[in-house]
């Protein structure tokens, strides 16, 4: 899979180029809605990857839901020719936005739901959970605070049921939500600790006017937990912490 987006009309909606593996290499099969945030993993427990997409606009013609104006996030199932198109081969996607059921919250312009995404299973039940950062999201009145969700994997695939979302004023969470901390610019779910459920990396990039920080938030059978979690920024590990931006960019 190949994600981007073009500087044109359809900056915030971006597009995902699908290529094959075979015996002579890569080859092209088709485009995809979506991409800006792009994440996959087992959802359904098929034995398939699915994949998962955001779209900050929370508009486009093919996902039917023009009333998400803080972003959608797709869910293209897996299958033996790779995930479903928007042209209807194979499974139509799905589209989540924090208006669909069971999801907290409600979407609100330039909540940027979905400008990242990871894929992993938090709870142990063999299915991958799908972390949602939004950095744009205003908490308590504090804009472009953060939030991060959770949205639980089951056999039917994504579920509202049992959903989480988390900011820096949730019980348990270190430190406060303050305006333009961008928390969830970055969300990763790893295994850190070899115990089979995927913990929470978030960072917020632009805490403290641009030292930045990232929290670890633990997992259980239930879902992620806030009480336990910590956080720390770059003079933690010996580094210079002001102006770091440390948290702008996790990788596993």
Do not use: K
């Amino acid at each position: 899979m190949v994600s981007g987006y073009s500087p044109g009309r359809r900056l915030r909606q971006g597009l995902v180029r699908h290529y094959a593996g075979g015996v002579e290499g890569l080859s092209y099969r088709h485009d995809l809605h979506g991409g800006l945030g792009t994440a996959s993993g087992d959802i359904n427990g098929d034995g398939y990857d699915d994949l998962v997409v955001g779209q900050l606009s929370g508009v486009d013609e093919t996902a039917g839901d023009a009333d998400a104006p803080g972003g959608l996030v797709g869910v293209y199932y897996g299958g033996g020719e790779g995930p479903a198109n928007a042209e209807g081969s194979g499974t139509a996607p799905q589209w989540w936005s924090q208006n669909s059921p069971g999801v907290p919250g409600a979407g609100e312009q330039r909540d940027a739901w979905g400008n990242d995404l990871s894929v992993a299973d938090v709870d142990g039940d063999g299915f991958a959970d799908v972390a949602v950062g939004a950095p744009g999201e205003d908490v308590h009145g504090e804009q472009r605070a953060g939030a991060v969700w959770l949205l639980h994997g089951s056999r039917e695939g994504v579920t509202g049921t049992g959903s989480q979302s988390f900011d820096q004023n949730t019980r348990g969470i270190p430190r406060a939500a303050e305006a333009g901390d961008g928390w969830g610019a970055q969300v990763r779910l790893v295994d850190t600790d070899g115990d089979g459920r995927a913990e929470l990396v978030a960072a917020a990039p632009d805490e403290n006017a641009g030292d930045g920080a990232v929290w670890l938030l633990t997992a259980s059978g239930d879902g992620l937990l806030a009480d336990g979690s910590r956080s720390y920024g770059a003079a933690a590990l010996g580094g210079s912490g002001h102006g770091a931006h440390f948290g702008a960019v996790i990788d596993e």
